[in-house]
């Protein structure tokens, strides 16, 4: 199946598609929320606490509830109208932004706060994520379902290295301060939730039985343990994200805690991952569904768990923002390829839950962050961050290994072929 063609005037087929193109636009403007978000909790949190600890605690909030909801909103996208799924998600991301704006600008804010702003926005994620890709494959159809998909992974990660930049950038202006920013996420989060409303409503898929959430949960599950290739990809990518992504957590601390600076260059730090997203990113969507693809995914996170090595390591805060941008390079290949080869491997039936599976090692993030913070505060935050380098180092050359042996080992049909294709093989 191809599922990114980037390079050509056909790279943005889907996007002929009105129904589709609202969809994208709303996505775009509700990850561009999300993200600022992202940043501004880490700021906020160590501005009231000044604690490593404390900054995990506010992405285990948000990773426990993502990983409550994540399996539920995987089955909702199979059973409910998935225009009502995502703008009851969207509302919630939007309440929560705009009473923490509030809370900032009144002065009123707490560190409990943040607390449950994160269970509500971890919540809705859970539920938004898995329903907008099941919902992009009812607008578009098949044919065009790999276009769609991938514009739609280049939005996520477009959104991902600019919007904590941008989130600094404004929080570091005096007049408008962390209040200000949080509230012009609440704007661009709005803009989200009006542009879902001009979607078509769409359609619950049909019912085929009468089982339970809890059951059609199940079935998602063993539909990935039945099948090697893409039960170890969606291990390993838990294991990339849950470790390799927390670095995201620390930059708050490590800027003004290590490097002694301020919120400006919190997000001057994250933007540097852009500049390796950017310069990676066409050659590496033309390449996604080409002879060789696996290859390249192994090459990314092998890229990224030494990128994080490295950024702990780093003496001074421009050769970090060096570290970074090979760091945004290395992130933006392994995550599009692995989604790619795991799309690539799924049949329709299952798209949604096994996409709430993979989604899942975002929820593992938020978990890892909290004894990963505390884990900082006893060995200092510099060797944390390098462990988790070399967890995520070392995760992806196992799977490498195991994977490698499988695909010389057996021919296991289908999957097998698809798993072939991708790294090169017969």
């Known amino acids: 199946m191809s599922l990114l063609r980037f390079g050509s005037s056909a790279s943005f087929t889907s996007l002929r598609n009105p129904d589709y193109k609202l969809l994208w636009w709303s996505g ?3 990850m561009m929320s999300v993200q600022m ?3 501004l909790r880490g700021v906020l949190a160590w501005d009231l606490t000044e604690s490593e600890g404390a900054l995990g605690l506010v992405y285990l909030c948000f990773g426990i509830a993502m990983l409550i909801a994540t399996p539920l909103g995987g089955v909702a996208a199979d059973r409910l109208p998935k225009r009502r799924v995502l703008i009851v998600a969207q509302a919630v991301l939007l309440g929560a932004a705009v009473f923490m704006g509030v809370m900032v600008v009144t002065d009123l804010v707490q560190f409990w706060m943040l607390l449950i702003a994160a269970v509500l926005q971890g919540t809705a994620f859970g539920f938004y ?3 907008r890709v099941a919902f ?3 607008i578009v159809g098949r044919d065009q379902l790999g276009n769609a998909i991938s514009l739609s992974m280049l939005s996520m990660n477009g959104t991902r290295v600019l919007a904590p930049s941008f989130a600094g950038a404004i929080a570091g202006v005096a007049f408008i301060g962390l209040g200000g920013a949080y509230l012009i996420a609440a704007t661009i989060s709005s803009a989200a939730f009006l542009t879902l409303l001009r979607c078509p409503p769409g359609e619950a898929a049909a019912r085929t039985t009468n089982s339970g959430p809890f059951h059609e949960i199940a079935d998602g599950v063993r539909y990935v343990a039945e099948r090697a290739h893409l039960r170890r990809l969606v291990i390993t990518s838990f294991v990339v994200i849950m470790f390799g992504f927390n670095y995201v957590a620390f930059v708050p601390a490590l800027v003004k805690g290590e490097f002694g600076l301020g919120d400006g260059m919190v997000g001057l730090l994250m933007s540097a991952s852009s500049v390796g997203a950017v310069v990676v990113a066409v050659p590496l969507a033309a390449r996604a569904d080409a002879p060789g693809a696996w290859r390249l995914m192994i090459i990314s996170g092998c890229v990224f768990g030494v990128g994080v090595m490295a950024l702990g390591a780093a003496p001074w805060f421009w050769l970090a923002v060096l570290v970074t941008m090979v760091l945004g390079a290395g992130t933006t290949g392994y995550q599009s390829l692995s989604n790619t080869i795991a799309l690539s491997m799924t049949e329709d039936s299952h798209r949604g839950r096994v996409q709430s ?8 993030f938020g978990i890892a962050a909290a004894p990963l913070g ?4 006893a ?3 510099r060797q944390a961050i390098e462990l988790m380098g070399i967890i995520t180092l070392a ?3 196992i799977y490498a290994a195991l994977e490698y042996r499988l695909h010389r080992q057996h021919d296991d049909g289908p999957e097998h072929r698809v798993v072939a294709s991708a790294t090169g093989g017969d």
């Open 28 to 30: 775009t403007f509700s």
């Open 37 to 39: 978000q992202f940043l």
């Open 129 to 131: 994520g898995p329903t």
């Open 136 to 138: 992009t494959a009812d």
């Open 357 to 364: 599976l993979m989604m899942l090692s975002f929820a593992g």
């Open 374 to 377: 505390f884990l900082a505060e």
């Open 379 to 381: 060995i200092g935050l």
């Open 395 to 397: 995760g992806v050359l």
